[in-house]
């Protein structure tokens, strides 16, 4: 069964502690998302990777780090610099190509994160 | 990326169609409209996307107005399983990878 999976789907971060989200898939695409959604808001992207060992700073980068090792997975970490981590986070990931459908992102469940 | 403007709810008769409008003025010629829908607590779902063009598949249908400056998407037979925020986005399909999710419409289907 192809697809995106994320877990945990809930997570409880203690203060000045850091947190890694999981995100892999299995659907072949070379680019991978991530993006936090607050209460009432549309998506802001955090972090996006195009290929293994690079990625690119989104709009909100800052207090988050990534990594990518493997085409399957793109882990998020939410570090104690990020003042206000409480967040339904979300990845996706797409192929890259010139048409249309290439491009398609397509979204795991999330992660809750809850700050104690 | 193009703006777009959504109305931000709307009520819909469980069986009847859902007409989800969406402004999109600023649209430039290689801009794609593309429609996702996110159900309480879960990721957006890809629903559609088009060009110029109608667009059909097993979910729903895109209507482009022939100027490209507002698009709506229809579901035809609304179930209660619908109920969800649907987004509207305006991005060219290559180069820039990021999708600008606003609010959305959030669309209650009533039995």
């Known amino acids: 069964d192809g697809g995106i999976t994320q877990s945990p789907k809930y997570l409880f971060r203690k203060e000045g502690q850091n947190v890694t989200l999981s995100c892999e898939q299995n659907l072949n695409h070379d680019a991978m998302y991530w993006y936090r959604q607050d209460p009432g808001q549309g998506l802001r992207l955090i972090y996006y990777s195009q290929i293994v060992n690079d990625f690119q700073k989104g709009d909100i980068a800052e207090g988050y780090s990534v990594s990518r090792e493997k085409k399957e997975s793109f882990p998020l970490t939410v570090t104690s610099a990020q003042k206000n981590p409480t967040a339904f986070y979300l990845c996706a990931s797409s192929s890259i190509g010139q048409g249309s459908y290439q491009e398609t992102q397509y979204f795991g469940p999330g992660t809750r994160l809850l700050v104690l | 990326d193009a703006k777009t403007t959504q109305p931000p709810s709307m009520d819909c008769a469980e069986g009847r169609a859902a007409n989800l409008p969406c402004n999109h003025s600023t649209i430039s010629g290689n801009e794609y409209v593309y429609w996702y829908r996110q159900i309480h607590s879960q990721g957006p779902q890809y629903i559609i996307h088009g060009l110029k063009n109608n667009e059909t598949n097993e979910m729903a249908s895109l209507i482009i107005t022939e100027d490209r400056k507002s698009s709506t998407l229809i579901l035809p037979h609304a179930t209660l399983r619908d109920t969800a925020v649907y987004y509207c986005?305006?991005?060219?399909?290559?180069?820039?990878?990021?999708?600008?999710f606003g609010t959305g419409t959030r669309l209650k289907v009533l039995a």
């Open positions: 986005i305006v991005r060219v399909p290559q180069g820039t990878y990021k999708y600008i």
